[in-house]
């Protein structure tokens, strides 16, 4: 194993984020930015509308493209990335957004 990541995964385990729970880090950070999203989604003229939806696109793209090669599984903060399975819901949202 390469000495920065164990480095790096004895920082993590001093740190408060890493004792956080999983339902935490969501409520605190996935939630709030899906929301940051939605609103600006809602106030954004037209035109910077599709741009964003091209965004979209490209993050549902970048979605598939990960579940399908089966990338980003490592473990993340407390053992294995848990939406990994749930990647083609989120690429579906985001193309739907896109259209």
């Given at each position: 194993?390469?000495?920065?990541?164990?480095?790096?995964?004895?920082?993590?385990?001093?740190?408060?984020?890493?004792?956080?729970?999983?339902?935490?880090?969501?409520?605190?950070?996935?939630?709030?930015?899906?929301?940051?999203?939605?609103?600006?989604?809602?106030i954004l003229p037209d035109n910077n509308l599709k741009i964003m939806g091209y965004i979209y696109g490209l993050m549902s793209i970048g979605f598939m493209y990960a579940f399908i090669n089966n990338m980003q599984n490592t473990p993340g903060i407390q053992g294995n990335i848990w939406w990994h399975n749930i990647r083609p819901v989120f690429a579906l949202i985001y193309l739907g957004f896109f259209i």
């Amino acid at each position: 194993m390469n000495s920065k990541l164990v480095a790096y995964n004895l920082y993590l385990k001093n740190t408060k984020i890493y004792t956080m729970n999983r339902s935490n880090i969501f409520l605190i950070f996935c939630i709030p930015c899906r929301c940051i999203l939605a609103y600006l989604a809602s106030i954004l003229p037209d035109n910077n509308l599709k741009i964003m939806g091209y965004i979209y696109g490209l993050m549902s793209i970048g979605f598939m493209y990960a579940f399908i090669n089966n990338m980003q599984n490592t473990p993340g903060i407390q053992g294995n990335i848990w939406w990994h399975n749930i990647r083609p819901v989120f690429a579906l949202i985001y193309l739907g957004f896109f259209i």
